[in-house]
């Protein structure tokens, strides 16, 4: 045994020694890549996933489950502060229905249940009392965590003591919540008001005025307040909505247009607009003639008074107060002869009123601004060749007068002459790429890597065979030579009587088999061989 231990560390030590540099490297890296894929594989199928069995839990409830999954052996993880608990994947359903089964989590709380589940002959007013109150809160909450955006929510009740007399005044419950928000959540509409009108018909005799809720964050929800900021938060995106549709619009056709012209990959077009929201709302009562020409009305009625009078006692009228008589005129004297005369007519026009209630559109576009950059190189395989100023002129002026043509019947005329000139800007310049986004992947070892290891590794099992296979052939044939050496040198002196050669080459193979029997026979194996 310790022999041929022997002839494996020499075989191994000439084996390596009569390897090339190259060689060398080749075969320690395949050793160290096989060694590597099988830790690999080792610890990646020995390692244990986890998933979540709860999470958002209190320090008792996390305690209550951490002491049963202790009871039954079986390893956990505990995250976030204790308030998330993880357990091996395969187990987590089964896990979930058997603690749920058990009631667990318990949060120790009472609710209505407890009256049906607990109930019994003993029990006091006040401890009854206390209980109900109890249930109450915690119902409440469990109710509050059912809406979107609330993670938890503590309630506290304040109920007056019953009057003693029927005459005494009844008082007013109050309510005071604490909820454990979302970060970064805002309610939206009347969410606020429909938490005070819920909480308020919850809860016997307690007005919404009563009532007062705030986050975690001590921020306080009133609910005028909250109406008020609402309203503001909801016209602030409807304007930014607006403004971004606008742009969006105005770049996506440009884009469209200018892509056409010189490639979608060539040209880049970015879009601000200054949108005008005042909103304005009048009436307008105007009077116009029917006849325009003529500036008259539609005549509607018409009266017409003649008098004539003759003899002594004529009264021409007072001096100068008539409708066509000149200031004190002198008028005919009184008690005298003479004759009297009026004709006068009237007629009443009717011209045509119009009342007008004009709302102004929602929006105008009060600013435009564009900008549209050009990449100037035209050839971006082999050597760059880039857009001479001739060709960038000619690109230039096409995409000038299409822009202005756009700036021109977007922006409102009510905001005076418009220079599309100063609303473009153009820019040639070499694009470099795009951005990139990286994104965080998860490192999953794809299964073609396994394949291509186990592949690697029996094609290193094969060249290692080969090899010490090619090598046990070499130290066989070098032995053999060395035995052809050795007995080549130990040939004797010839003796003085002169023998024929068969007679020398057969005592020298006598020699050989008495000294060297193993030598001999691999001598004659090789000539049978050779035969």
Avoid: C
Avoid at 146 to 154: F, L, M, R, T, V
Avoid at 235 to 257: F, G, P, S, W
Avoid at 377 to 383: D, V
Avoid at 520 to 526: D, E, G, H, W
């Amino acid at each position: 045994m310790k022999e041929k231990l022997l002839n494996w560390k020499d075989s191994a030590v000439s084996f390596w020694v009569d390897r090339s540099k190259k060689q060398k490297v080749i075969l320690i890296s395949s050793i160290l890549l096989v060694i590597f894929l099988i830790i690999g594989t080792v610890f990646l199928t020995s390692k244990t996933n986890y998933v979540t069995l709860y999470s958002d839990l209190s320090l008792q409830e996390a305690n209550q489950i951490k002491t049963e999954l202790d009871s039954r052996s079986i390893p956990y993880e505990l995250t976030k502060g204790g308030t998330t608990i993880s357990v091996p994947e395969e187990q987590g359903d089964s896990l979930l229905v058997e603690l749920a089964g058990q009631g667990i989590p318990n949060s120790g709380n009472i609710d209505y249940s407890f009256f049906s589940e607990n109930s019994s002959w003993g029990i006091t007013d006040n401890e009854f009392n206390i209980m109900k109150l109890d249930a109450m809160q915690t119902e409440l909450a469990t109710l509050m965590k059912g809406i979107e955006g609330i993670n938890d929510a503590q309630v506290m009740i304040n109920i007056p003591e019953e009057p003693i007399f029927a005459s005494d005044t009844i008082g007013e419950a109050s309510a005071s919540i604490v909820l454990n928000t979302k970060p970064g959540y805002q309610f939206q509409g009347n969410q606020i008001n429909a938490l005070y009108h819920l909480v308020s018909q919850a809860v016997p005799n307690l007005p919404e005025e009563n009532i007062v809720i705030m986050n975690q964050y001590f921020e306080y929800y009133d609910q005028q307040s909250q109406g008020q900021y609402l309203a503001t938060q909801d016209a602030h995106m409807y304007q930014q909505k607006v403004k971004q549709d606008v742009e969006r619009d105005i770049q996506k056709r440009l884009q469209q247009m200018l892509g056409n012209m010189v490639g979608m990959e060539n040209v880049i077009v970015s879009v601000t607009a200054d949108i005008d929201f005042t909103q304005e709302n009048r009436t307008e009562e105007l009077v116009e003639p029917v006849n325009i020409d003529d500036m008259e009305g539609l005549p509607v009625s018409l009266e017409t008074i003649q008098e004539s009078y003759s003899g002594d006692g004529a009264q021409g009228g007072v001096a100068g107060t008539g409708d066509e008589d000149v200031t004190n005129y002198q008028a005919a004297e009184e008690n005298g002869n003479g004759d009297y005369e009026m004709d006068k007519e009237t007629i009443n026009y009717e011209f045509n009123r119009i009342r007008k209630e004009i709302v102004e559109s929602p929006y105008k576009v009060r600013d435009l601004g564009i900008q549209v950059a050009v990449d100037s190189l035209k050839n971006a395989t082999g050597e760059a060749e880039y857009l001479s100023q001739q060709e960038q002129n000619a690109v230039e002026g096409g995409i000038s007068s299409i822009l202005n043509s756009i700036v021109s019947t977007s922006i409102d005329e009510e905001y005076g002459e418009i220079n599309p000139d100063e609303k473009i800007s153009i820019v040639f310049q070499e694009f470099t790429g795009g951005p990139t986004s990286t994104e965080t992947v998860k490192p999953i070892i794809p299964t073609w890597l396994y394949i291509a290891g186990a592949i690697l590794l029996i094609i290193i099992l094969i060249l290692a065979f080969i090899l010490i296979k090619n090598r046990k052939t070499k130290d066989e044939l070098e032995e053999e030579e060395t035995v052809i050496s050795q007995t080549i040198n130990e040939i004797p002196d010839l003796e003085d009587n002169v023998e024929s050669e068969a007679v020398v080459r057969r005592k020298q193979l006598e020699k050989v088999a008495k000294e060297n029997p193993e030598d001999f026979a691999k001598l004659l194996r090789s000539w049978i061989g050779e035969d």
